[in-house]
């Protein structure tokens, strides 16, 4: 916690990270603040200004701007209290980074291009089209190695004509920025220029754990890490995964890949046999209606499972030369899909009508209009309109 007094506020909106209608609020300015801005790759932090939750911190020069939803009265004083659990988790990722950056640079001269901390895991892009399972291996062993010998963690300000600063790792300072510059150093291993916050001593990132790499940007690698609290909560997501498939599958871990390799050979072959038994029905039904004596003009069938397949075998097999058909499967109470054949004039007319009525989507040629519909329910609107525009239709239609 930490008491300071508010400077500004000014009404604003905010636009959700997610997406979404903007947020209405205020931007307020402190004396001082203890929330760190976004920048440097690193997220903001949250926290209470007095009760009022801080929903962003910004940076605007050297001001952190700071987004509420309820208005503070300038000069007020204020006690702004710390997410420590969300300000934590970002100090190990950083930092682990940092180690990460500094020792496989070291290890095989290859250097970083940028950084994301990520709300579930983070990344660094590395400049090189690839790593071997073997360097990951070596690499994790050594950053780990880094963690257990507790090598300590300081921050430091250099003016900026301080000719040190050339020797400091950097990605260039800001345009805006003014003042002292900051440098985080890992005592013997890495000193880079940076904003964000970080541990006292490498022993705070408790451990390190590499996932892995994707393919980056053009001859670039992505390397995945989790840091510190995230890899306990990796394990314990893990493990209840494990348990939970252990009962589902009726086997121990070790078993479970083939169980499931099982049961998608058995799923594969029930699906085909499936298919091949809902052709037949559809054969079946078609022949059923062409065996009456006397064949109706419209021919209307709803089934919970089929597919479009099954639909256009009815139609293949009755023929829509002289027929209408309006087909549909799916949930009654959900979405599902259409069918409409029949004269190619009939359907032009009628295709789009009956898309708009179940709500859905659709497309057509050649006498067939099929599509999706989200209104399974208004199936009978469809099929009055259908029967009306046949007894209004002229025999030459």
């Known amino acids: 916690q930490f008491a300071t007094r508010v400077v500004s506020c000014r009404a604003a909106e905010l636009r959700p990270e997610g997406g979404g209608e903007p947020v209405r609020g205020f931007q307020v300015v402190l004396e001082d603040t203890i929330l760190f801005p976004e920048g440097g790759g690193q997220p903001d932090d949250r926290g209470l200004i007095g009760d009022v939750p801080v929903l962003r911190v910004t940076r605007r020069g050297p001001e952190a701007v700071h987004f509420v939803q309820a208005a503070l009265e300038p000069g007020a004083e204020v006690l702004l209290s710390l997410d420590w659990e969300r300000r934590f988790d970002h100090m190990q990722q950083h930092s682990g980074q940092h180690l990460i950056t ?3 640079e070291q290890m095989f001269g290859f250097k970083t291009v940028s950084w994301e901390l990520g709300r579930q895991r983070s990344v660094i ?9 073997e360097q990951i291996e070596a690499l994790e062993r050594s950053v780990n190695e880094k963690i257990r010998e507790r090598v300590p963690v300081m921050v430091r300000e250099l003016a900026a004509d301080d000719p040190e600063i050339e020797t400091v790792r950097s990605r260039g300072l800001p345009d805006d920025h003014v003042g002292p510059v900051r440098v985080v150093d890992i005592e013997g291993i890495d000193s880079n220029m940076c904003c964000g916050t970080h541990v ?6 408790q451990v390190i754990k590499l996932l892995g790499t994707e393919k980056g940007k053009k001859n670039k690698t992505s390397l995945v890490f989790l840091a510190g609290n995230r890899v306990l909560k990796s394990i314990e997501q893990s493990y209840n995964t494990e348990k939970a498939l252990t009962s589902l599958l009726k086997n121990g871990p070790g078993e479970h890949v083939e169980a499931v390799k099982r049961l998608q050979s058995s799923v594969k072959l029930l699906q085909k046999n499936n298919l091949n038994l809902l052709r037949d029905i559809a054969v079946l039904i078609a022949r059923d209606f062409k065996s009456k004596p006397v064949q109706s003009e419209l021919f209307v069938l709803h089934r919970k499972e089929g597919d479009s397949e099954f639909m256009n075998i009815i139609a293949n097999e009755i023929g829509t030369e002289e027929t209408l058909l309006f087909l549909t499967v799916g ?3 959900e979405a599902g899909l259409f069918l409409l054949a029949g004269p190619v004039e009939a359907v032009e007319n009628l295709g789009p009508r009956v898309a708009e009525l179940l709500g859905g989507k659709g497309a057509g040629k050649r006498g067939r209009f099929q599509g999706k519909a989200t209104k399974m329910s208004r ?3 469809v099929q009055a309109l259908l029967q009306e525009f046949i007894s209004h239709r002229s025999p030459e239609a």
Do not use: F, I, Q, Y
């Open 379 to 381: 199936r009978g609107e």
């Open 331 to 333: 949930d009654e109470k």
């Open 125 to 133: 892009e590395l400049d090189t089209p690839s790593m071997t399972a």
């Open 102 to 104: 500094a020792v496989v």
């Open 200 to 205: 006292s001593n490498l022993s705070d990132l």
